[in-house]
C-alpha cells in the first residue's frame, strides 16, 4: 500500500525549532520529489518547500515566508523525508503534510502532523 | 509572482446539479495545473493533473479544461460525496507552486 505518514509536529514556543519526519512505503522513494504542504487553521493549503531526488541532485527550493528558517532533507536508505524548522513563528501554526510529486501536481498526501506555535 | 484566482469561494448545488469552478492565473501556465478535493479534517485528495488529465480511480463526472490563464473543473452531475472544497495549484519553474484559494461547494 502506498503510505506516507508524518510525525514529530506539537506545541512549540515562538523562536524554538522542530523537525517533522515522513515515513513513505509503498513506492519507490528514492526516484520520487517530495514536497511539504502546509494548512494553518480554516485556511487554504500552502506549498512549503520541495527537495528533488537524488538523481536530479537533490536540490530544494522554499517558498518565500520559510526561506532561510525551515530546511528539507531526505534519507533515501530510510525512505524518509524530514523538515527542520527554526525560529518558528505563530504563523507558522498549521497542519503539514508530506506530498508526493513533481510538475503534475501532488498525487500522495500524507495524514499530516500539526505544528502549534504558542507562548 | 504568479496569483491564483479562484471563482466563486463558495457555491451552493443541489445534488444533481453541474456544477463549474474557475481558476485563473496573473500569468500564462501553459497546462501545469492541478485540481484537489479536500473534505473536513482530511487530507486533500489529487483529481486532475496538466488541466485536463483525470487521476486514476477519479470518477468521470470531473473534468477540467483550460489552457495559458483560465481553467475550469466541471462536475458534471454533483454527487453527495462531492460536496467539499475544492483547490487548484500551478506550477511554475520560477515561482514553483501556488494554490488558489479555495471554493467551497455546499448543499443549497
Known amino acids: 500500500e502506498v503510505q506516507l505518514v508524518e510525525s514529530g509536529g506539537g506545541l512549540v514556543k515562538p523562536g524554538g525549532s522542530l523537525r517533522l519526519s515522513c515515513a513513505a512505503s509503498g513506492f519507490t522513494f528514492t526516484n520520487t520529489w517530495m514536497s511539504w504542504v502546509r494548512q494553518a487553521p480554516g485556511k487554504g493549503l500552502e506549498w512549503v518547500g520541495r527537495i528533488k531526488s537524488k538523481i536530479d541532485g537533490e536540490t530544494t527550493e522554499y517558498a518565500a515566508p520559510v526561506k532561510g528558517r525551515f530546511t528539507i532533507s531526505r534519507d533515501d536508505s530510510k525512505n524518509t523525508l524530514y523538515l527542520q524548522m527554526n525560529s518558528l513563528e505563530t504563523e507558522d501554526t498549521a497542519m503539514y503534510y508530506c506530498?508526493?510529486?513533481?510538475?503534475?501536481?501532488?498525487?500522495?498526501w500524507g495524514q499530516g502532523t500539526k505544528v502549534t506555535i504558542s507562548s | 509572482d504568479i496569483q491564483m484566482t479562484q471563482s466563486p469561494s463558495t457555491l451552493s448545488a443541489s445534488v444533481g446539479d453541474r456544477v463549474t469552478i474557475t481558476c485563473r492565473a496573473s500569468q500564462s501556465i501553459s497546462s501545469w495545473l492541478a485540481w484537489y478535493q479536500q473534505k473536513p479534517g482530511k487530507a486533500p485528495k489529487f483529481l486532475i493533473y496538466k488541466a485536463s488529465s483525470l487521476q486514476s480511480g477519479v470518477p468521470s463526472r470531473f473534468s477540467g479544461s483550460g489552457s495559458g490563464t483560465e481553467f475550469t473543473l466541471t462536475i458534471s452531475s454533483l454527487q453527495p460525496d462531492d460536496f467539499a472544497t475544492y483547490y487548484c495549484q500551478q506550477y511554475n519553474s520560477g515561482v514553483m507552486y501556488i494554490f488558489g484559494q479555495g471554493t467551497k461547494v455546499e448543499l443549497k
Open positions: 506530498v508526493t510529486g513533481a510538475y503534475e501536481g501532488f498525487d500522495i
